[in-house]
Structures are given as C-alpha cells and as structure tokens.
C-alpha cells in the first residue's frame, strides 16, 4: 500500500531538523494544542542589526505532516530578514515538501502561524510594531483566537472559555469559567499573558478564574 506522503515529508518526519528549544528565545509562539492532535511550538532569535533570524527551532505533537512542516518552516526561515520570513507561505512550506494530503494542509497552515506570532512576540517586546492598534476587547478577543482550549481542542473564545474581558487605562482583565486549580487552568493562563502582556499600552494583564 503506498503511502499518502511524499519521500520528503517522510524524511523530515524521520529526521527532523532544528528541532528542540532555545533558552530565552527573542521570540516564541504555541499555535494548536495536542487535544486537537496537532501542536506546533517556535523558538527564534533574531539579530537586532540586520534583523535575521540567527536561530530557530521547534517542537511539535502531531503526525508526519505536523513534524515535517514544523521542520520545513525552520529551514525557510533561517538567516531570513523578519521581514522577509513573513511573506512565507503555508504552499510554499507544502510545495517545499513535496506537496501534503489534502487533508493534512492544515499543518502546514499551523507551522506558518506559530512563525508569524513568533515574529509578533519579538517585535513587540521590542517595540518595534509601528503604527500599532490600541489594545481594545476586539483585539483582545482576536489574540486570545490563538490561545487553545486545552480540553476541547479549539480556541479559548469559540469555545467561550472566556466569561468576559475588560480593557481599562493601560490594564487588561480576562475572566476565565475555569477553576483556579483546574489541572488546566496554569497552562492556560500561561498562554493568556503570552499573547498579551507585551502590548505596549498596557501595563497589567488580570487573569481571574471562576
């Protein structure tokens, strides 16, 4: 029986590149979860006067095509400028691998995702986002968008996860309907003030459980 993936994406899912963590990375992302059977988690660090990505890497839960994209993204974005690793494409990723099952162009969707939010976190930990929007609920609702739920699957505001969310003077309050020591509740608040402690007009992100 012949399999559904090509002699690349089977090489990339045996052997891997770039992947692991970095310590402290300049900017870094989770995009899925494992409840949903696919996870992708981005590590870079960029140099501050060219602006080129010096090192990345990634770990992954999920299937071949999870891997092999996780691992594709890596080598695409590598010595890239951060604006030059933003125009990469979830095709472009596929392409490079030899193409993926219709059915498995969700991972390479998932791979270009979790390299753009990793560029987002470093440049607004450098301030370096002009022109930024200010932080209101809608935005708010629109990065929590890629924060999971970790018991469902999909994301904390689909599944209304989310009580409510207030935006005060420089301050953010997100209401979680989940117990304080719920085995969930410390990653998700983790995630949480990922997405939005480093607005730059906000000074406090408040995550209050039920």
């Not at 990505?53 to 990634?58: C, G, P, Q, S, Y």
């Not at 608040?189 to 995550?207: A, S």
Request: charged fraction near 35%; glycine fraction near 4%; include cysteine.
């Amino acid at each position: 029986m012949s399999s559904p993936y090509s002699e690349k994406v089977m090489e990339y899912f045996q052997n891997p590149k770039n992947i692991g963590e970095i310590d402290n990375p300049d900017g870094k992302a989770k995009e899925g979860s494992p409840a949903c059977g696919d996870m992708v988690q981005l590590f870079l660090n960029v140099d501050e006067e060219s602006q080129k990505i010096t090192d990345i890497k990634f770990r992954s839960y999920g299937c071949a095509s999870n891997i092999a994209t996780g691992s594709i993204i890596t080598e695409l974005a590598k010595d890239k400028t951060i604006q030059e690793a933003k125009e990469i494409t979830w095709k472009q990723a596929a392409d490079e691998l030899g193409g993926l099952p219709a059915v498995k162009t969700h991972c390479s969707v998932l791979a270009v995702d979790a390299l753009k939010e990793a560029i987002r976190d470093y440049e607004e930990k450098q301030d370096l986002v002009k022109e930024q929007e200010p932080t209101t609920v809608d935005v708010v609702k629109e990065r929590l968008k890629h924060v999971m739920n970790p018991i469902h699957g999909l994301d904390v505001v689909k599944t209304n996860l989310i009580n409510d969310i207030e935006v005060e003077e420089n301050k953010i309050i997100v209401k979680v309907d989940l117990a304080e020591d719920h085995q969930f509740a410390s990653v998700v608040k983790e995630d949480i003030l990922e997405k939005l402690e480093h607005r730059p007009d906000i000074d406090e992100v408040v995550i209050e459980f039920k």
